[in-house]
């Protein structure tokens, strides 16, 4: 393997993406125009520029003084995010499926680091087009994961039951329900996922 990732590096990583809901709240709480942990999407703590209509689909007056920082959050955890998966990738027999199965679940990771690179309101499609896709593509990973699994198998079958769930709740536009939560827990539960896999890998 060109690149090896230590049983330390590969756990910390993990906790280090946990870390993202830890770091949240100083952004929304700073916020100067009103901010909803519920409604608004994570991506509006990193928009540029302040009042509505910032990007085409936020009629929501936004502004977020740290912004800057804000990005520099979503590009660190997806890294730290990528190197917690390329960890577990060196768990699994490295076949042709597993590898697809990775890249599929990086794609995810990937999108967090274009987001804070292209915040929103510079362009909302390269700024979404990653995460949206990895939402979609890391079910899949998932799925190929748990059934190449010995250990952790059933707990990464319920993680994906319960991010299938999430996806078609936040799919349900014409429901009216907690869109910004949505996004928080479909995120928590990848997170949550990583890092008791990389626990239970090392037994």
Wanted: proline share 3%; net charge positive.
């Amino acid at each position: 393997m060109i690149l090896y990732i230590s049983k330390k590096v590969g756990i910390l990583s993990w906790f280090a993406t946990c870390l993202y809901f830890l770091v949240e709240p100083f952004f929304i709480l700073t916020s100067t125009a009103p901010y909803s942990f519920l409604n608004h999407a994570m991506s509006d703590l990193g928009v540029t520029s302040c009042g509505t209509y910032t990007y085409s689909i936020a009629p929501h007056d936004i502004c977020s003084p740290h912004h800057f920082w804000m990005n520099v959050l979503f590009i660190i955890n997806g890294l730290t995010l990528s190197i917690g998966i390329l960890y577990i990738s060196q768990k699994l027999k490295k076949t042709k499926i597993t590898q697809l199965a990775t890249a599929f679940i990086l794609i995810l990771a990937l999108g967090n680091v274009v987001s804070g690179f292209i915040p929103a309101d510079i362009n909302l499609f390269w700024h979404s087009i990653f995460a949206q896709l990895g939402m979609i593509t890391v079910l899949a990973g998932l799925w190929i994961y748990a059934s190449s699994l010995t250990s952790g198998k059933y707990w990464t079958y319920g993680c994906l039951v319960s991010l299938l769930v999430i996806l078609i709740l936040i799919m349900l536009f014409f429901v009216p329900i907690p869109t910004g939560l949505l996004q928080r827990l479909f995120y928590l539960v990848i997170f949550i996922w990583g890092t008791m896999l990389s626990f239970m890998l090392n037994k």
